[in-house]
């Protein structure tokens, strides 16, 4: 029950400030949505505010459930397949060393950009009068 509460205290003001927004030219949020939803086969009640905060946590949850789910099952397949694991572990090394090379690279370019600038400030340039 503490969870819930928290997440009472969490969501609630959230919803409340987007009841309170109205319609300015705002497009519509997920709250918006929740707040104008209405349940038909309890006389077309508006939900509740402990419905309301039910909702968001599971959205919110459910994004973070598929990701987190995803990269387990990607060690686990890495954890029984040596080889595959062998190939992700050069393949990443290669793409940091590109990586690293790349970025050195753009700071050399960037740090040379600027001398051409500076080497003709340096010497004087002879007219054509003075060449002949």
Known sequence: MAVRRRLHE???PLIHAAARRGEDD???CYADSLLALRVPNEGDRPL???????????????????????VEWIM?????NPD?????????????YFSASMYVQSWKFRSTRRKPKLTLLRY?????????
């Open 10 to 12: 969490l969501f609630a």
């Open 26 to 28: 705002h497009p519509p």
């Open 48 to 70: 509740t505010d402990a419905e309301i905060v039910s909702l968001c946590s599971e959205f919110l949850n459910a994004g973070t459930d598929t990701t987190v789910t995803l």
């Open 76 to 80: 686990a397949e890495l954890a029984n």
């Open 84 to 96: 595959v694991q062998a190939k992700v572990a050069t393949n990443m090394i290669i793409l940091i």
């Open 124 to 132: 004087k340039v002879k007219s054509e009068k003075q060449i002949e």
